[in-house]
């Protein structure tokens, strides 16, 4: 359709793609028999069975937690550079097909060192995969570390020591730091410190933020990390004075509307609070966070949107802008792709 093309074409940034939860349950059954990796028995779960049974699994999720045991299971077949190169590869070889001309990707450095994959060998992979994508389609790429609030904040502090011993947050390897896995029970200012640290070496900083939990985890993160944008966010709604502060301020809202039906935050695309952003003035992009786990990528993402509010060309500019004046690159590529 007309609609469909437009937004197809419309050039779109995405801001919160977990770089793990692109692996497709095709690649990952592939990749566990390449490095003899045992998958849980069918016997004890049966979504082990085949790649479709996992797949109807993934339809079936009940909460984040229900979601993320699949996940970590999921990313444990990953172990080369040459493994998270094609799994990165593959997302920029859709990304492209979507329309998507700048990508800031999520990546969970502890879920692989806890299994014996060495920071680097992941970093490397990445990196290796951003530059095929830059030479083979012109997309730009920003690399996200991740801390998975679910293990103590001194772990975190590792891992951002490790990195920033290497150089990377200097040398543009890895722009910035986010927080996700299990939010409920793991309030953003258990990271303070690491967060401040970031701060100070003028390091970027975003944190998952009002998914499963409530406002406060949103302010939470806005005073006592100094975040600047918000991953997910849409329980600001509950909150007004946070939402208009948030609105004043610019901070970029990343919205994953199929993986908040999937995670049951929300009932339908309907209920998610694109028209009040856009009343509000809350600047929003609208991504897929792992689109192998929750049936689409960006563009299944916008045109669910679409299919619930009926938006005009016009509010989709104002959409795709704001994505653009809210990414980490420098003004010279906001420029080109505005
Ligand atoms: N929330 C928290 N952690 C995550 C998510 C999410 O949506 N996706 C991957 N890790
Ligand atoms: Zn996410």
């Known amino acids: 359709s007309r609609t469909h093309d437009f937004l197809q074409a419309l050039p779109k940034c995405e801001h919160h793609l977990h770089i793990e939860g692109s692996l497709s349950p095709t690649l990952l059954f592939r990749l566990a028999a390449t490095n003899n990796i045992a998958l849980p028995s069918p016997a004890i779960d049966p979504a082990f069975a085949s790649p479709a049974a996992l797949s109807t699994r993934y339809e079936q999720f009940s909460s984040l937690d229900d979601f993320l045991h699949y996940y970590f299971i999921g990313m444990s077949v990953l172990l080369s550079s040459a493994d998270f190169e094609s799994l990165a590869y593959e997302y920029f070889c859709r990304a492209h097909a979507d329309g998507v001309h700048h990508a800031e990707i999520f990546f969970d450095p502890q879920a ?3 299994r014996g994959v060495a920071y680097d ?5 990445l990196s290796a995969a951003q530059e095929r994508a830059r030479k083979d389609f012109s997309i730009s790429s920003k690399l996200i570390l991740c801390f998975l609030r679910h293990l103590p904040a001194g772990d975190a502090k590792q891992t951002f020591n490790a990195a920033q011993a290497l150089g990377h947050f200097s040398d543009g390897t890895v722009a ?3 927080l996700d896995s299990s939010e ?10 690491v967060y401040i640290s970031a701060k ?10 009002g998914e499963e939990g409530d406002a406060s985890y949103i302010s939470g993160a806005l005073d006592n990390c100094h975040v600047e944008r918000i991953d997910h966010g849409i329980r600001v709604v509950e909150d007004d004075v946070l939402m208009k502060r948030i609105a004043r301020n610019k901070t970029l809202v990343t919205m994953c509307p199929l993986s908040n039906v999937r ?3 929300v009932q339908s695309v309907s209920e998610l609070p694109v028209r009040t952003f856009l009343d509000e003035g809350v600047r929003f992009s609208v991504n897929s966070d792992d689109p192998a786990y929750f049936g689409g990528y960006i ?3 916008y045109c669910a949107v679409q299919e619930a509010f009926n938006l005009t060309f016009k509010e989709w500019k104002y959409i795709a802008d704001g994505a653009i004046e809210g990414s980490w690159c420098d003004e010279e590529r906001k420029s080109a792709l505005l």
């Not at 060998?121 to 992979?125: I, N, R």
């Open 176 to 178: 910035g730091i986010g």
């Open 121 to 125: 060998t992941v970093v490397k992979g």
């Open 200 to 209: 100070d070496g003028g390091i970027r900083r975003t944190a998952h933020a």
């Open 184 to 193: 409920v029970g793991f309030p953003p200012e258990l990271f303070r410190e």
């Open 299 to 301: 563009l299944d993402n």
């Open 112 to 114: 692989h060192t806890s």
């Open 263 to 265: 995670l049951r935050c």
